[in-house]
């Protein structure tokens, strides 16, 4: 049973094929380059890579405008590359995700190409189209300042068709049978390639039922999700849906589904985004209250903690005043936020010192969930904020302090993105090959953080509890499974703070320290005071006295 739920006690890697590696030099990275570096991935300890869009694309939204999904973009590579990945991943016990994108598609797709010939079309009614041009064409922004309708008037159609994204993305009609038999193929082709999941993209606009003027009571239809999870174990029982759903804490369970039929796991965005406010307010109070808000007791489902991603930071669920507070510490200026609700910038220029750091890493591997780590951030890597919007986060890996950071041979001018060359985050300075052969690196501290988590399942399997600390600053947490209990302890405050145990199993039991050659045994009233540096962390595991 324990093997189904692989995904509870795993370290998720994501990254972008484009800008991970390139192997044929042409300035693109590709699977070919992927492969090549599948050792170091090995290395670190991850036990899942998430991919992000490969298909073929326009690429005018980072690949989630895909124009074949049985394909690989010609950039990236070919089928055959695809496959060899695979085996080769899979040779080394890393499983793999796709993004499954199927909110909408390229308006270059044939499908969309075939929708706009006419209502007699037999494609015509896989996307979603009104005569006349709706009430509510310029609600639902997703992106203001930047994307103007959820509406646009087709020419060759002479109607309407609805995009919660772009105008580039047209919406599937994913209530329509057609559309989610098609889906299924798509499912069940990547399974026959070895996938172990996918990661599906903007679940809940996948799921609304959608039409002209209905934007404010559209419909969420869960049988839509309970749908494709039933497809997909039936053709691998061990295969998991991960999804992108930033819901409120109360919607969560359906989205996971009452009996366990929804989602295996989804991202917390909730819990991430007072993570951010506790380190700006050196406070833990809201994040303790949002970890109880998204608590969930379905044993199959499993939330995924990560700290950044290839969005921007989304800080749209917290209050003006906790938001306001998070920017003036993480992104005060201007050109650092995106969307009047987040920050476009990479995780270490935001919390810059080496401490705090090590301190938010060290809390996402120990949240309740399943970590997922962005690629470069186990190197410290910066941000350009030159680039658009969310490229700030986006540029290519350091491997080496060769021309390009060692990520492409081509001439400069060719890299899908360029490489960041000035400053304390400049390639020469941070990269791959200096961290490995520094003992002290943030890359080999992250190494034995990814080994640390593997080690103690009871934070992926077991029961959780938070630890009453009476310090605002620090968070506790204690994990139960097969009667072996793990607690740790976080200090947000850039002072030391010492914090009395006295109550809990871990008031009478010894603490062996999970990082350091030290065991702490209760006093002689019982009980034991931790001691924490500024931004300090510790893990221990009980032993009975």
């Known amino acids: 049973m324990i093997d189904d739920y692989w995904y509870k006690n795993a370290t998720i890697y994501s990254l972008d094929l484009e800008t991970f590696m390139d192997g044929n ?23 899942v890579i998430w991919l992000a869009p490969f298909q073929p694309t326009p ?20 089928p055959g590359d695809f496959a060899e990945f695979m085996d080769l991943a899979n040779d080394r016990g890393i499983k793999v995700i796709i993004d499954l994108v199927i909110n909408h598609t390229s308006d270059q797709h044939p499908w969309f190409q075939e929708a706009r010939k006419g209502k007699d079309n037999p494609y015509h009614d896989w996307y979603v189209w009104s005569d006349k041009k709706p009430s509510d064409a310029e609600d639902g922004i997703i992106f203001p300042g930047v994307q103007e309708r959820t509406w646009t008037y087709d020419r060759k159609a002479q109607q309407y068709y609805f995009h919660r994204f772009y105008e580039f993305q047209p919406d599937l009609n994913v209530s329509n049978p057609a559309v989610r038999e098609e889906l299924h193929r798509v499912i069940g ?16 606009f996948v799921l609304e039922t959608q039409g002209p003027g209905k934007l404010d009571e559209a419909e969420i239809r869960f049988e839509i999700l309970e749908d494709l999870r039933r497809f997909l174990q039936w053709h691998r029982g061990d295969a998991i849906l991960l999804g992108e759903a930033n819901v409120a804490p109360r919607q969560a369970k359906k989205y996971f589904g009452e009996g366990g039929g929804g989602l295996h796991m989804m991202f917390n965005f909730y819990v991430n985004q007072f993570l951010f406010h506790a380190l700006a307010s050196e406070d833990t109070t809201a994040l303790r209250e949002a970890l109880e808000d998204t608590r969930t007791d379905l044993p199959m489902a499993q939330w995924g903690n990560f700290l950044r991603n290839h969005d921007e930071l989304d800080l749209g669920r917290l209050t003006e005043e906790q938001r306001q507070q998070v920017f003036a510490h993480f992104g005060p200026e201007k050109d650092m936020q995106l969307y009047d609700r987040g920050i476009r910038r990479r995780l270490a220029p935001m919390l810059g010192e080496r401490p705090r750091i090590e301190l938010a890493y060290s809390l996402m591997f120990s949240l309740p969930g399943t970590p997922v ?3 470069g951030d186990e190197l410290g890597m910066g941000d350009d904020l030159s680039l658009n919007e969310r490229d700030a986060v986006r540029t290519p890996m350091q491997w080496s302090d060769e021309a390009n950071g060692g990520f492409s041979r081509a001439a400069e001018k060719q890299l899908v993105h360029p490489v960041i060359g000035d400053g304390a985050y400049a390639y020469p300075l941070l990269n791959v090959e200096n961290q490995m052969r520094d003992a002290d690196s943030l890359l080999n501290w992250t190494k034995k953080i990814v080994r640390l988590r593997k080690e103690t399942p009871e934070i992926g399997y077991g029961e959780w509890e938070l630890i009453e600390t009476k310090e605002p600053a620090v968070l506790g947490l204690r994990y139960t499974f097969r009667g072996k209990v793990v607690v740790v302890f976080h200090n947000f405050s850039n002072r030391p703070i010492v914090v009395t145990l006295k109550k809990g199993p871990e008031a009478e039991a010894n603490l062996l320290d999970l990082r350091e050659v030290i065991e702490l045994e209760p006093g002689e009233k019982g009980g034991h005071q931790v001691r924490l540096g500024s931004y300090g962390y510790r893990w221990f595991r009980l032993r009975k006295v």
């Open 373 to 375: 780590m962005r690629y």
């Open 189 to 204: 082709y990547y399974l026959a390639l070895g996938v172990a999941g996918f990661r599906v993209d903007a679940v809940p």
């Open 59 to 78: 690429n005018r939204d980072n690949g989630y405008d895909i124009s074949d999904y049985y394909g690989v973009d010609h950039r990236h590579g070919t």
């Open 25 to 47: 030099g042409d300035g693109v990275g590709d699977f070919r380059g992927l492969s090549a570096r599948l050792d170091y991935l090995q290395g670190l300890g991850v036990d």
